[in-house]
């Protein structure tokens, strides 16, 4: 092993650590092994002394990995590699109940802590997401799967996959700022198209920015509470003065 190879893989088994399911990580655990023991040898060598001062370090609360049991992502991987059949016993979040299903994967995408399978459901064309920590139980049939083409996932997502049945569209974001979070978007914007302006007689700033008409992005505004005050678009705005309302008759309770 080269010792740029050892300490990428160093740094990629911390970062990795917070996103992939256990399994997953005990496969890559002997060369995340290897790749620590290399650089521990090398006492006199740069990169190891590196190793020991950087750390990847997520922003904001991660949660931990949903556990994948092993049996089921060695079956899921195969399946999705050799684009064959898939029969799992899933178990549904909306109803609580487990079902049996043959499914056609077509892609994988990880997603904060938790991965789905991209697949279409025997007799059905449409694509849907099964969390892998749900799947109870899997089995490769040796049959091929419906999806002959590989699944364009960038395409997928950037087409509303996770966020809504339709594209998603994007909307002009106005809203005022305080200085923190004006400092923190002119160091790490919110989108390519943003402006920020000062607001005369305050120390806030005005933000326009084009950004995705999705939960994700809403749920950011939100969470920066009472640093910012939004001001288009006006469902946005609606919604937060709701949510606004309902929290504070939560905690009057």
């Known amino acids: ?55 990847a370090h997520p922003n904001g609360k991660a949660l931990l990995p949903a556990q994948v049991d092993a049996g089921v992502w060695r079956e899921v991987s195969v399946a999705l590699l050799e684009r064959q059949q898939l029969k799992v016993d899933y178990l549904s979040r909306s109803t609580t109940k487990r079902k049996e299903m043959l499914l056609h994967p077509a892609g994988l995408i990880s997603r904060h ?60 974001l106005v809203a005022d700022v305080s200085p923190q979070i004006a400092w923190l978007l002119s160091e790490t914007p919110l989108s390519h198209e943003q402006s920020l302006e000062p607001l005369e007689g305050s120390d806030w700033q005005r933000l326009r920015a084009k950004v995705p008409d999705d939960q994700e992005t809403l749920w950011w505004v939100f969470g920066l509470g009472e640093n910012v005050r939004v001001g288009e678009p006006q469902s946005w705005m609606q919604a937060i003065r709701e949510k606004a309302v309902r929290l504070g008759a939560l905690y009057a309770q």
């Open 1 to 55: 092993m080269e010792p740029d190879t050892a300490l990428a893989l160093y740094l990629a088994e911390s970062h990795l650590k917070n996103l992939l399911p256990q399994s997953v990580l005990d496969l890559l655990g002997p060369q995340f092994n290897k790749a620590r023991n290399y650089l521990d040898e090398l006492d006199q060598n740069n990169l190891a002394h590196w190793a020991r001062r950087v750390r």
């Open 113 to 172: 802590s938790i991965s789905y399978l991209i697949a279409s459901v025997d007799g059905y064309s449409d694509l849907r997401q099964f969390a892998l920590h749900r799947i109870q139980s899997a089995e490769c049939l040796d049959a091929a799967a419906q999806q002959t083409e590989p699944l364009d996932l960038d395409h997928y997502i950037r087409l509303g996959g996770f966020n809504s049945p339709a594209p998603v569209k994007e909307v002009d």
